[in-house]
């Protein structure tokens, strides 16, 4: 997660919530420091200096023809970070975990007690059935469970926001770099978010807990939820961003947004992930933005402000 974290961090350089979400995650665990030095050794062996504030850019200018030519020197950085992570098949860290996705990678995981784990591309999990409970931990990206029932035996999945409890049911757990969230298809579950109150979530219930312990909330069809597993993600006025971080483990390079306001616009539709670069282009048509590569790892979205 901490070339993720990376890649976010220069996207977004100005975004003080972002910045204090990852100083929050950086203190919440020592193995993310670790992976977080990792990169550092990775932009090292590169040739690339990598800062205290690597998120930090200069100032964006207005025309975009100037911004793609200042954007050059931090690019390089990104894009051979970018290379790194696709040609390793992960992320930094990721070979630390009990089971963990490629790039475009899905994987299922059958475990002791009858409950099957499905992994979206670039997840990682870490299974401890050595308790009273069931435990399943997950480090990053996506995973579906169909938990078998067991009452005497409760089954947790512990995100870095929230975790959540159940006996036997099918849901959907994500764990993005600020945010954790929690999606039910079948039965019921028991949202514990970290440092809040417990929260009862049925069937079509969604529920995100972000770093700074704010919740969404909301309610799907129960099929949609995971729609992934048929390689479909269906989209309800999400923002275009988040719309984009969902594709982004697909596809076998790195998405860079520019544009003022481009990520937050709404988007309702449905992408098929088998073809992730047409996904991309797709949102992008919705609002009339560019698409191209500015390197063979690199995919730039660019909307209507950035290229003024």
């Known amino acids: ?81 970018a290379a790194f992570i696709v040609l390793q098949g992960g992320w930094p860290g990721a070979a630390r975990h009990d089971y963990a996705t490629a790039t475009g990678e899905l994987l299922t995981v059958d475990l002791e007690d009858g409950s099957r784990v499905h992994l979206a591309p670039q997840a990682a999990i870490d299974v401890d059935f050595s308790g009273a409970e069931r435990r399943v931990g997950l480090a990053h990206g996506a995973a579906f ?30 764990e993005r770099a600020a945010a954790t969230s929690v999606a039910v298809r079948e039965g019921a579950v028991r949202l514990l978010p970290r440092g809040g109150g417990a929260e009862l979530l049925g069937a079509g219930d969604w529920v995100e807990v972000s770093a700074g312990r704010e919740l969404a909330r909301g309610h799907m069809p129960a099929d949609h939820v995971a729609a992934w597993l048929d390689g479909e993600l269906i989209v309800d006025e999400r923002p275009l961003g988040a719309v984009v971080d969902d594709i982004r483990p697909y596809f076998q390079g790195y998405v860079l947004l520019y544009g003022d306001g481009l990520e937050a616009q709404p988007l309702t539709g449905l992408y098929r992930l088998s073809d992730a670069e047409n996904a991309l282009r797709a949102v992008a048509a919705a609002y009339d933005a560019t698409v191209f590569r500015l390197t063979p790892w690199i995919l730039v979205i660019a909307g209507h402000e950035a290229r003024s």
């Open 1 to 81: 997660m901490a070339g993720e974290w990376l890649l976010v961090l220069r996207e977004r350089p100005e975004d003080p919530a972002l910045q204090a979400s990852f100083a929050a995650w950086l203190a919440a665990d020592p193995a993310h420091a670790e992976d977080w030095r990792q990169v550092e050794r990775t932009y090292d062996l590169l040739g690339l200096a990598l800062g205290p504030d690597a998120g930090r850019a200069a100032a964006p200018r207005t025309s975009w023809r100037s911004r793609a030519a200042a954007a050059w020197l931090p690019l390089a950085g990104v894009a051979a970070l």
């Open 145 to 174: 469970f169909e938990i078998a029932r067991d009452p005497g035996r409760p089954f947790q999945v512990a995100g870095s926001h929230a975790a959540v409890t159940v006996t036997g049911t099918a849901f959907e757990v994500h």
